[in-house]
């Protein structure tokens, strides 16, 4: 069955083989509590414990009338018949289902499909709350599991029992499920701590991690400015045991001898990223924020993994520190002092950093262990519930008491604009007012504009160009161009659709610089015995001794002296030309009038006899 710490102690086995947590799981189940309202008979408080996946209503209750399905006990198979409500006045439904046949989250996506409300899952042996968890294993459940909007909560089996009981006698049993002291508010400051992992590639469940970041940012921030909450990222580490420091498994996937390590991305050592890859990334990302937090700015943070994720992925193969450190230029932050803080990962020494990371892991007072990624604890309890914008932000509100709320509680719309400090770390015209940054209600993000219907293509963070008709209009396309002395030169050309290219005299990349080209140090014009070359920007100068003419096409001088010969092609060129002409206006000549002769002789003919035919006619006359 899905429990989670059975399935991480098994994952942890199956997928490290060598590595060790620093402290098996000590795993706190997260619990709301549920009363019974009516009927009197079983009415009372019971706790239950909160699933980990759909939305948990932190902060508030709700009160729901319970049904059990006609069919199917244990929610394993679509419900054939409705959950919902038929009298619009009633309470809203939640579905009592049976532990057992299949994973938690199966039962509860069948039961949200046929309309319940939330679901209680009864246990089916006598044994202490557990929490209902989605295992990595069961890949189907990554189709749906982002899906599950409801709540849902394991209930102990005696408990299951008694509801039973009074459904048979054809009670209507009415429960009140209250999240509103499922976590703590201690002070005006919501902690909260994510843990996570650099790693991209481990399928649906890092995908939604990614997400969820990226969604979430926005509103972390807005928090983080705001000085309603403290954020620390937090990153799981593992250890290799002494007696295998040295062997092939830990050296992949471990730094500092063995200290700290993680799980090889694709679970294979000999090909694409090691461990060792993922804990320096992570790494780095503590430090990032780290170095950020010492300036006052920890929701840095949040960009830096979103852009880090975005800019550095493992299939681009570009998970590694050139890129690292190109994101972290872009948003301002001192690539030394992050570098600084890594220390040395080749070295036999520990890390303070990632020491103090795997104190962490360690569960005190009501928190448990972190054994389970991604893991969201919120004043030190961990949040139970899908990696989603509303509903992890639904419960770091539920930590404020209420009326202190920050205004991002109340509602989603917030005023902030990234893109006015440092351009948002995205990329920005030299020359024009185009800029890639964009400020959305996710935060910032770096995209190449359109701009007065010219679109812009590129990495938004680094370059963005200008492409279709119309471009060179804009910032000259992002080419080249100067004017010297009245006379200008672009690299942009309209006739292309995208590109620079310096214009002819001209050498360069045709973006940032095009340079003169000397053609007559380079010898490329101007060569014949009789002409003296001067150079001039863009183009140069030649001129020919004694008067001569200078013929560019044939880079040669002309005169009578020495041109002979091509004066004599030139009069021989003429010369046939004018021939041409002549014949060609006698044959047009010859030819025209001949036709019309012959058209009019054939229509006068009609009319009147012609010479010709009075010359046949004549001896008939003179016989008259
Ligand atoms: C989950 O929701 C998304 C968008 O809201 C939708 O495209 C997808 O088909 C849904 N998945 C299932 C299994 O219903
Ligand atoms: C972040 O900075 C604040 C104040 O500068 C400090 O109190 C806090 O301990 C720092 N947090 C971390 C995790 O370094
Ligand atoms: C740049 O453009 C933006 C929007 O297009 C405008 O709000 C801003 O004032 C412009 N800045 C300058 C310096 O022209």
């Known amino acids: 069955m899905a429990r989670a710490a059975e399935n991480l102690s098994l994952s942890v086995l199956l997928l490290l083989s060598l590595l060790v947590f620093p402290v098996f799981g000590r795993f706190v189940v997260e619990k709301n509590s549920i009363s019974v309202l009516s009927p009197e008979s079983i009415a009372g408080k019971q706790d239950s414990a909160i699933g980990n996946f759909g939305a948990p209503d932190y902060g508030g209750s709700m009160i729901l009338d319970v049904k059990l399905p006609e069919k199917g006990a244990d929610g394993c198979k679509p419900f054939e018949t409705s959950f919902k409500r038929m009298n619009p006045k009633a309470n809203p439904t939640v579905a009592l289902l049976d532990r057992g046949g299949c994973y938690f989250a199966l039962k509860v996506w069948n039961a949200q499909n046929a309309g319940a409300a939330c679901v209680l ?30 709540p849902s909560a394991l209930i102990e089996k005696t408990f299951g029992d008694q509801i039973k009981g009074e459904l048979a006698k054809k009670q209507t049993v009415t429960v009140k499920l209250d999240w509103s002291e ?14 996570t992992s650099s790693n991209d590639e481990c399928g649906a469940k890092c995908d939604a991690q990614v997400d969820f970041v990226k ?26 045991p002494d007696a295998f420091v040295k062997s092939k498994q830990c050296q992949s996937q471990c730094i500092n001898h063995g200290r700290y390590c993680a799980p090889d991305p694709e679970q294979d050592f000999s090909k694409g990223y090691d461990g060792k890859d993922v804990v320096t990334e992570n790494l780095r990302q503590l430090c990032v924020f780290k170095v950020a937090n010492a300036s006052n700015k920890p929701w840095v943070w949040w960009d830096y993994v979103t852009d880090f994720h975005i800019r550095c992925p493992m299939s681009e193969k570009k998970y590694n520190q050139e890129c690292a450190e190109k994101v972290i230029g872009s948003l301002g932050i001192p690539a030394n002092k992050v570098r600084e803080c890594m220390g040395n990962p080749d070295a036999d020494t520990s890390n303070p ?62 005023e902030t604009n990234e893109c006015l400090t440092n351009n948002g770390g995205c990329w920005k015209s030299t020359e024009a007012n ?46 080249w161009s100067e004017t010297r002395n009245g006379q200008t030169f672009s690299a942009c050309k309209s006739s292309h659709l995208k590109g620079c290219d310096c214009p002819p005299g001209f050498h360069g990349d045709g973006k940032k610089h095009c340079e003169d080209v000397d053609e007559c140090k380079e010898k490329t014009a101007c060569q014949c015995a009789d002409c003296s070359c001067k150079n001039k920007w863009g183009g140069y100068d030649c001129t020919c001794k004694g008067g001569l003419l200078y013929m560019k096409e044939q880079d040669t001088c002309i005169g009578k002296g020495s041109g002979r010969l091509g004066w004599f092609a030139i009069f021989v060129i003429v010369a046939a030309m004018v021939g041409i002409c002549v014949a060609g206006y006698a044959v047009y000549k010859y030819r025209i009038r001949s036709y019309m002769d012959s058209e009019i002789r054939a229509i006068m003919a009609q009319y009147m006899p012609l010479d010709s035919q009075s010359d046949v006619h004549q001896p008939l006359r003179e016989g008259l």
């Open 121 to 150: 899952v009864a246990d089916d042996r006598v044994e202490p709350l557990i929490t209902m968890d989605s295992p990595q294993e069961d890949e189907k459940a990554a189709e749906y599991l982002q899906n599950i909007t409801i």
């Open 182 to 195: 499922s976590l703590p508010h201690p002070d005006e400051k919501v902690e909260y701590e994510f843990w």
């Open 215 to 240: 969604n979430f940012k926005g509103a972390a921030q807005l928090l983080e400015k705001g000085g309603y909450t403290s954020f620390t990222p937090h990153y799981i580490t593992w250890y290799c």
């Open 353 to 414: 950093l990632l020491k103090s990371e795997q104190d962490a892991q360690v569960g005190q007072g009501a928190r448990g262990d972190v054994t389970i990624l991604p893991t969201l604890i919120i004043n030190d309890r961990q949040y139970r519930g899908k990696l989603d914008k509303g509903a992890v932000l639904k419960a770091i509100c539920a930590g404020f008491k209420e009326s202190t709320e920050p205004p991002v509680c109340l509602s989603d719309d917030m």
């Open 434 to 479: 185009i800029t890639a940054c964009k400020d959305t209600f996710r935060g910032r993000i770096c995209e190449c504009p359109t701009v007065q219907g010219v679109q812009f293509q590129g990495d938004g963070y680094t370059y963005c160009e200008a492409v279709g008709p119309g471009r060179c209009k804009l910032d000259n396309g992002g080419c």
